[in-house]
Nanobody, 119 residues
């Protein structure tokens, strides 16, 4: 059974930083893209950042320069380092895995972790 488990969310002040982690189990995702999506209330999930099997990365324009996605292929982990956080980054963040490229999600989702940016 495939599981993606996110951690690292929480409450942070504007300008602060958070590091989200996602641990995958049940399948080895080294040949696939891993990504982070987020969802605002009443909106569809949107791509935040993705990293391919070769290590190529892509970011939403809204987070470019503030977020860095990375992965530890051997450990089946993916991270999202978020800096200079803004209130508009407040959302539920989801780990995604299994896509063969960028721009569309894979079949596997984590349960989500809440990120709240507020003073």
């Amino acid at each position: 059974q495939v599981q993606l488990v996110e951690s690292g969310g929480g409450l942070v002040q504007p300008g602060g930083s958070l590091r989200l982690s996602c641990a995958a189990s049940g399948r080895f995702f080294s040949p696939y893209t891993m990504a982070w999506y987020r969802q605002f209330p009443g909106k569809q999930r949107e791509l935040v950042a993705a990293i391919t099997s070769r290590g190529s990365t892509s970011y939403a324009d809204s987070v470019k320069g503030r977020c860095t996605i990375s992965r530890d292929i051997a450990k089946n982990l993916v991270y999202l380092q978020m800096n200079s956080l803004k209130p508009e980054d407040t959302a539920v963040y989801y780990c995604n895995a299994g896509a063969t490229g960028v721009g569309f999600p894979g079949d596997y989702w984590g349960q989500g972790t809440q990120v709240t940016v507020s003073s």
